[in-house]
């Protein structure tokens, strides 16, 4: 998502002896760059442990912040970049171009179009076949960054989540019902309760959801009733709000919002008083994925061998226990052998009905872009 951040409440990272660990050398070591707290520090160490080779993993707290230094790296010679952030322990030596970052798939289109990133060699990929098709899909593009069946490989996703519904189970109690599905949001005792992400695709995708239509519907003119929806939805909505749609939460101001599952997941174990869940009509995909930054220079055999290990089941299996997100590996496991804080938790382990009517948000075309920014204005400038 275009501005999904990391999480709010996460618990453990990659600690500064942990990141120290691995830089015996700094000359030839991988470099990743990585979104905090979405790979767990043990799952480093287990690979550090395979290869007599160093390593050296640099958490940074939000995707945008990644973006930016690939923006730094596409601008400069790597020789000559003064980007301080990427030693942690505040050297001032010009910093090399990671050899993998982590950037979220809302992210590719750009990053392909400015030509921040290169493609991968499915042949580098040992593990690429297990993959289920969507997420290929969703990583193959053409040079315009459009999803392409035909295109090149731009990521390696390595873990996902959901948009979901959080609410206050104290409060709506007192009314016969707990929320299902996305249809829920208009009704009419949580007008003016209602928090949504600040994202037109995201909110004018559940509506299409309400409706019977994919996120990613082209020519929503055509569809009847979406305008309409959509206004009254603006009615019952009190904030728009992609980073502080939880506090509010917690202290009542509403009563139900709309997220994403990395920052609400870690939130519900603390707060006994707030539920989630996965719309039954289906919801938003969203994914990490391993990119590699422009460059001259072919990814290295170690760069491969992480983000193959990242695809063996140890790692599934951690990246899910321990990330507040899944690998899209775990899809392919067999459910018996799953670990029961995996398996019993529906949020994670979502209903297979469920995700089969899930999508992942892509790029439109100009034209339809333009329609969705055009309804997005006439709904927000509505008077509520």
């Known amino acids: 998502m275009l501005s999904r951040r990391s999480f709010l409440f996460g618990v453990g990272t990659v600690t500064m002896a942990q990141i120290l660990a691995g830089c015996k050398s700094e000359n030839g070591a991988l470099r990743v760059l990585l979104l905090e707290n ?31 230094l690939l923006e730094t790296w596409q601008n400069k010679d790597s020789s000559e970049n003064p980007q301080k952030s990427w030693l942690p322990w505040g050297n001032q030596k010009s910093s090399p171009v990671a050899d993998l970052v982590t950037l979220g798939d809302g992210w590719l289109k750009g990053a392909i179009e400015q030509q921040l990133i290169s493609p991968l060699d ?19 593009r053409n040079q315009l960054g459009m999803v392409d069946k035909q295109g090149q490989i731009w990521g390696a996703p390595y873990r996902w989540g959901t948009t979901m519904i959080v609410y206050r189970s104290d409060i709506l109690k007192k009314f016969d019902w707990q929320p299902t599905d996305w249809s829920d949001l208009w009704r009419e005792e949580l007008q003016g309760r209602i928090s949504l992400l600040n994202q037109p695709r995201e909110v004018i995708g559940l ?23 959509l206004f009254a939805l603006n009615k019952q909505t009190k904030i728009y709000s992609s980073n502080y749609y939880l506090q509010p939460l917690i202290l009542g101001d509403i009563w139900l919002a709309v997220g994403w599952s990395n920052e609400i997941i870690p939130l519900l174990s603390r707060r006994r008083d707030l539920k989630a869940i996965v719309p039954q009509s289906g919801t938003a995909l969203w994914a990490d994925v391993w990119v590699k930054p422009t460059s001259d220079v072919k990814l290295s055999n170690l760069a491969q061998e992480w983000i193959n290990f990242c695809w063996q089941p140890t790692a599934v299996q951690q990246i899910s226990l321990y990330t507040d997100a899944v690998s899209p590996l775990i899809l392919d496991q067999n459910s018996e052998k799953l670990p029961k804080p995996i398996l019993n938790n529906p949020l994670l382990f979502i209903e297979p009905t469920i995700l089969n009517k899930s999508e992942f948000i892509k790029p439109l075309p100009p034209s339809s872009q333009a329609q969705y920014e055009q309804l997005w204005k006439e709904a927000r400038t509505m008077d509520n």
């Not at 007599?52 to 640099?58: A, C, H, L, V």
């Not at 042949?123 to 899909?137: A, G, K």
């Not at 409706?211 to 929806?229: A, C, D, F, R, V």
């Open 207 to 229: 509506t299409l959801k309400k409706l019977g239509y994919s996120y990613n519907t082209q020519n929503i003119s055509l569809i009847p009733n979406l305008k309409s929806e």
């Open 122 to 140: 499915i042949n580098e990929l040992s593990q690429w076949p297990q993959l289920p098709p969507r997420w290929q899909e969703i990583v193959q």
């Open 38 to 68: 979405s790979i767990p520090p043990q799952l480093i160490g287990k690979f550090r442990s395979t290869t007599s080779q160093s390593s050296i993993f640099t958490p940074e707290p939000q995707l945008k912040t990644l973006l930016s």
